[in-house]
């Protein structure tokens, strides 16, 4: 059984940065892709962004040139950095490996 905890979310101003990230237990993580999701109050859970096993990455557009995902294979972690934060960015963030493993999300806010 995987775990996946997520780390990093809080409250920030309107144009700052947060650095997300999330922990996977076992040891499938560097074969599996990873990805971040969020889920804002009154909506449908959307992508944000993806990283396969082979590093390939893949943003939302609401995203792209403002956030950027990562993985350490060594460490079991994914990250999503952050930039430029909007206060439409406000919502809880979910790290998932490979759509079937789901961390308990954190919650991210965007003050204007």
């Known amino acids: 059984q995987v775990q996946l905890v997520e780390s990093g979310g809080g409250l920030v101003q309107a144009g700052g940065s947060l650095r997300l990230a999330c922990a996977a237990s076992?040891?499938?993580?560097?074969?599996?892709?990873m990805g971040w999701y969020r889920q804002a109050p009154g909506n449908e859970r959307e992508l944000v962004a993806t990283?396969?096993?082979?590093?390939?990455?893949n943003y939302a557009d609401s995203v792209k040139g403002r956030f950027t995902i990562s993985r350490d294979n060594a460490k079991n972690t994914v990250y999503l950095q952050m930039n430029s934060l909007k206060p439409e960015d406000t919502a809880v963030y979910y790290c998932?490996?490979?759509?079937?493993?789901w961390g308990q999300g954190t919650q991210v806010t965007v003050s204007s």
């Open positions: 998932t490996m490979a759509d079937r493993y």
């Open positions: 990283i396969s096993s082979g590093f390939r990455t």
């Open positions: 076992g040891r499938i993580f560097s074969f599996n892709a």
